[in-house]
């Protein structure tokens, strides 16, 4: 679950990533006018747009459910139980 969890949280670097890298492609080898204003923008357009997504994704590991036996278990994960060492 900590692996496929981390993955998760490791799609926006990438993407972010991969924004600057077709910046860098359009501005280098396309010879486009393109500014880091021009950069940023997008960057945080994308942001804007998958904010909710994100914050789901971040909070997910505290979001738990009651079981029949008192205890509680991770919604996505129902074998890992909450709040124990």
Not at 43 to 48: F, R, T
């Amino acid at each position: 679950p900590v692996l496929h969890y981390l993955g998760s949280l490791m799609v926006w670097p990438m993407l972010a990533g991969g924004i600057m890298v077709a910046f860098g492609i359009a501005k280098y080898a396309l010879k486009k006018d393109i500014g880091l204003n021009e950069v940023i923008t997008a960057q945080g357009l994308i942001v804007s747009a998958v904010y909710i997504a994100l914050t789901a994704l971040a909070v997910r590991p505290f979001q738990c459910v009651g079981n029949p036996d008192g205890t509680s278990s991770m919604a996505s994960y129902r074998n890992v139980v909450c709040w124990q060492d």
